[in-house]
């Protein structure tokens, strides 16, 4: 049997296309496994994708104050984001012009006085400008034009409601059309409290020993795990709702997830443009919800449809390639940083309406750190299933993934429930565990990772 | 020996049974060394030295306010059906720096610092941190009525349950 070998150079380009099939009239589609596990393909992704193309940076309430800083990373680039003085968000490497030291080191903080670099005092403004150095009038002539000596600007900074995106690459189309009517999803957040989101004090990361597109497609469109992977959370949860009943626990009600995968639950996963996708689903207890409490002034405000989907309804949406805003069992971003092709931080943030009552935040908590926590009763369960899937996927011998349930009961377009609430550019859809969602991931993933190829070979020509 | 003495050398054994007991799963004995309506909480990193102090309304990794979490979690952990937890790793909690630093009529506060050598799939992992556990006597027996576990790891290797910890 020919073992799969991905060779560039002699061998010419890579057919990125040639790593998923499908069949639509067979109601097919399959995934090359070694997209998961090459290091030559990792390295790929990172310029084409994390380097070439929008990613998630950070909240914006992470950096209230002028001179706020957030440090993360692009691909593998070290980039600061920071706010100015006129309150704008810009985004710079995080390298000193001089020698590449780095300028920030702490996850957050604040330069409002601007940045000095500890290795030689070069001084910068909070927009890169370079504005001192010792010596400066002995070290270069007089009149001597130092703007090249300025920090280096992340090509495109640009928010929508909170959630900050930058790109590395100048020749990206705005945020605006790269989100699509994901916009609504982000805005029926922001619409729960007139102040906006926020996130909430505290951190939870963790690293899992795979592939960082392994999560993607997890929380993208596999309805499916819920019932297998979470079965001991879904026992839990009805272990509790008992000792409540019975006024043995303090603990608040969790929002249930054994009737999700039900064909009766309204509800249905889309593939969106540029890769996102968006996963809606009726709660089976959404008065146990948070936002449930405020559900009249929903509908007040923005009519029974709208109403409903922000304070009954399970949203999802993977943002292409490393976000998830999530307002479900819990309300969260989860951010995924790829370390190396089997090495990936997962960072989860809990969200919250600014100004929230007391009662209702303990409830939001506790929900969070049930499922989400590094120690939740979910999530360390699916990081473990893709170290698991990480290890299969060197079997080289069944280089080929399943992504075909429900391929047959595809839809093409938005339905009439995401239209109602203004979401009209979805591709295609299907029901909750239709796993074309995660197809529709890897066929934008071939697309990026084509055109980068196709701009790499020609800067080099 | 003297009270202070002899109180000492119990809580020390106290806390040296609790990393015992943990370390060889005899988690029915685990939970009765806690009482009904104890706290268990882990608070998250806030920043690089900064920890959450509000277990109710900021982000923590772990926060139990009744023993029958405890008691739902070691079902979990224990039931072979939580693939994070199976097979459980083998684990090795070392405690040591004992210090009582409060008497309060019945309730004792003691601080000490943990580690942990965790071993599972041909991989060894290591965790550490502090623990104040707050104790008090019922019908002559210690029990744990609130134990805060800081973990110096915060963007932590996988996963943490409470047999980490």
Known sequence: ?461 | MSEKTELQIEVEQFIYREAAVVDQGRWQEWLEMYTEEMVYWAPSWVNENELTTDPETEVSIIYMNNRKELEHRIWRFTSGESPASYPLPRTNHMVSNVAITAVDGDEITVSSNWMSQTYRDKEQRIYGGYYTHTLIRQSGELKISRKVVVLLNDVVDGFVDVYHL
């Not at chain 1, 070998?5 to 296309?17: K, M, N, R």
């Not at chain 1, 069949?23 to 994708?49: C, G, H, Q, W």
């Not at chain 1, 499916?224 to 009943?245: D, F, G, N, Y």
């Not at chain 1, 369960?381 to 060197?394: K, L, T, Y």
Request: aromatic letters at 8%; glycine letters at 10%.
């Open chain 1, 1 to 461: 049997m020919k073992v799969e070998t991905l060779t560039t150079g002699d061998a010419g380009p890579i057919d990125f296309s040639s790593f998923v099939e499908h069949n639509a009239d067979a109601s097919e589609a399959r995934i090359k496994r070694v997209a998961l596990t090459s290091p030559e393909i990792f390295d790929m992704e990172m310029r084409y994708i994390f380097e070439g193309n929008w990613v998630y940076l950070c909240h914006e309430s992470q950096i209230p104050e002028v001179g706020d800083f957030f440090t993360t990373t692009m691909g593998r680039q070290p980039v600061i984001i920071i706010r100015n003085k006129e309150g704008r968000v810009n985004g710079f490497l995080n390298a000193c012009s001089h020698k590449g030291t780095t300028l920030c080191r702490t996850q957050t903080g604040n330069k409002a006085a601007g940045f000095a670099c500890s290795y030689h005092d070069w001084c910068f403004d909070l927009d890169g400008n370079l504005e001192y150095m010792p010596r400066m009038d002995e070290g270069f002539p007089a009149g001597k034009n130092l703007a090249n000596h300025n920090l280096t600007r992340i090509a495109k900074v640009e928010t929508h409601g909170g959630f900050v995106f930058g790109s590395l690459n100048a020749d990206v189309c705005t945020l605006k059309e790269h989100l699509g009517d994901i916009t609504e999803i982000i805005d029926m957040l922001n619409d729960q409290c007139e102040e906006g989101f926020e996130v909430v004090r505290g951190t939870n990361s963790c690293v899992y020993h795979g592939n960082w597109k392994l999560l993607i497609e997890n929380g993208g469109g596999d309805g499916l795990h819920l019932p297998s992977v979470h079965k001991t959370l879904i026992k839990v949860v009805q272990m509790r709702e008992q000792e409540l009943a019975k006024g043995t626990t303090k603990a608040a009600k969790m929002v249930r997830v054994d009737e999700l995968n039900d064909k009766d639950t309204v509800g249905a996963t889309y593939a969106m443009q540029n890769g996102h996708t968006l996963i809606q689903s009726d709660l089976p207890n959404p008065e146990d919800r948070p936002a449930y409490a405020r559900h009249q002034v929903f509908v007040e405000r923005h009519g029974e449809e709208r109403a409903r989907w922000m304070s009954s309804k399970l949203r999802q949406v993977a943002i292409y390639p490393n976000l998830f805003v999530m307002d479900q069992l819990a309300s969260l971003i989860r951010y995924v940083r790829p370390i190396a092709a089997d090495k990936t931080e997962v960072s989860y943030w809990c969200i919250a309406p600014k100004g929230e009552a007391r009662e209702l935040r303990v409830k939001r908590m506790r929900q969070f750190m049930d499922f989400f926590s590094i120690a939740g009763l979910g999530g360390p369960d699916d990081n473990h299933e893709f170290e698991q899937c990480q290890i299969g996927a060197h079997a080289a011998a069944a280089p080929w993934s399943d992504a075909s349930f429900g391929l047959h009961t595809e839809f093409s377009g938005s339905d009439r429930r995401a239209s109602e609430v203004g979401v009209h550019d979805a591709k295609f859809g299907g029901p909750v565990g239709w796993e074309g969602g995660s197809v529709r991931q890897y066929q934008n993933w071939v697309r990026l990772m084509e055109e980068g190829q196709k701009r790499e070979m020609a800067m080099q020509r």
